[in-house]
């Protein structure tokens, strides 16, 4: 690769690094929040609560799930590029992790705080998602998974991301009633979460393609 290619490569990698960093955020102020966190970060977050893991690193055994997953899937059709999914998933994990700890003097008391908690988180991992998008170098295990459930089967992307998130919503709540005796990171949040962050994300979406089409070709 010629050096002309490598630095608009660079610059997508460094700008998907930026995302990770602002999304992870996200997650730890949703967790601040108490109101219930994201779709994709429900399930570990629940399962933080009763296993010896932290949210991080229940994130990446989560995403190590979804690409074996993706790999079992496809078989053949698996394109080995995407196992770029694991360190992602990894520096994602740790991240969360950095960003739960980098805010834990925040003070967080009342329902009106909670909700402004929650609506940074919500903001934040739009925001991230957006710059994750614009990158357009690798998809988190989350987005890769349902993109390979569409890929092996005649289901638009829309719907199965919704089937997705659903799914993980309810593998926490119940996990929770196991475990926890109650539903634990699922509440009005998370469905806030689920309508806004992709609104946020649609909206960034916009100059931040004009930010691509200037500085990342």
Known sequence: MTGSRRLPLIKRYLLLCAGLVIMAFGVAFSIKAGLGTSPISSLPYTVSLFAPLTVGTATIALHCVLILLQILLLRRRYDPIQLIQLPVAVAFGYLTDFGVWAIRGISCSGYAMQWLMCIIGILLVGVGVSFEV?????????????????????????????????????????????????????????????????????QVNKPMKKFADRYLN
Do not use: H, W
Not at 144 to 164: H, I, N, Q, S, Y
Not at 195 to 202: C, D, E, N, P, S
């Open 134 to 202: 614009t990158a357009n170098v690798v998809t988190l295990a989350g987005e890769g998974m349902v993109l390979a459930v569409c890929k092996a089967f005649p289901v638009k992307f829309p719907t199965m991301k919704v089937a997705f998130d659903v799914t993980l919503v309810v593998l926490s709540c119940v996990l929770g009633l196991i475990f926890l005796g109650g539903i634990a990171g699922v509440r009005e949040g998370t469905v806030a979460a689920a309508i806004f962050v992709g609104l946020t994300a649609k």
